[in-house]
């Protein structure tokens, strides 16, 4: 029985087991952390370099999934994902584009003051270009050079 006061507490030393399998399992909690962050690394450069590859295939750079025309008509895929997956193109009548302008990306300018933005990739700017001035012959072409 405890007399007086509080009952006394006797401190155990740790035993070393205990510690031998903390620091098993301190270890093994670094090497998962570690295998999940190059894991992540891995699956973000192989993303990236299939989405290169995508953006330079024939499927998305193809003039006549770019450009669809309807007669007085015209559709425009503007992004890769519109080209990739033939989604619905967006459609502006011929007479309504007034100035293209090649930089970063092709814009198609119309009459209202809008633009139609077509991303492309340095090797296909200009021949995305060059359709367009073939469907949009009264349209003002206008070149800024962008440096690499």
Same mark, same amino acid.
């Given at each position: 029985?405890v007399?007086?006061?509080?009952?006394?507490?006797?401190?155990?030393?740790?035993?070393?087991?205990?510690?031998?399998?903390?620091?098993?399992?301190?270890?093994?909690?670094? *090497? /998962?952390?570690? $295998?999940?962050? =190059? #894991?992540? %690394?891995?699956?973000?450069?192989?993303?990236?370099?299939?989405?290169?590859?995508?953006?330079?295939?024939?499927?998305?750079?193809?003039?006549?999934?770019?450009?669809?025309?309807?007669?007085?008509?015209?559709?425009?895929?503007?992004?890769?994902?519109?080209?990739?997956?033939?989604?619905?193109?967006?459609?502006?009548?011929?007479?309504?584009?007034? *100035? /293209?302008?090649? $930089?970063?990306? =092709? #814009?198609? %300018?119309?009459?209202?003051?809008?633009?139609?933005?077509?991303?492309?990739?340095?090797?296909?700017?200009?021949?995305?270009?060059?359709?367009?001035?073939?469907?949009?012959?009264h349209?003002?072409?206008?070149?800024i050079?962008?440096?690499r």
């Open positions: 029985m007399t007086g006061g509080y009952p006394r507490i006797i401190k155990k030393e740790p035993s070393v087991q205990m510690s031998t399998l903390t620091n098993k399992l301190l270890a093994t909690k670094e *090497k /998962i952390l570690t $295998a999940a962050a =190059i #894991s992540a %690394f891995i699956t973000a450069l192989l993303i990236s370099i299939a989405t290169k590859r995508l953006m330079n295939s024939n499927r998305i750079n193809d003039l006549d999934i770019i450009f669809t025309d309807y007669g007085d008509e015209v559709g425009v895929r503007r992004g890769g994902d519109s080209r990739f997956f033939k989604l619905s193109p967006k459609r502006v009548k011929k007479d309504r584009i007034v *100035k /293209i302008r090649q $930089a970063g990306c =092709i #814009s198609l %300018f119309t009459k209202g003051g809008n633009a139609i933005d077509i991303l492309a990739l340095d090797g296909n700017r200009e021949r995305i270009t060059n359709r367009a001035k073939e469907l949009f012959p349209a003002e072409v206008v070149i050079e962008v440096g």
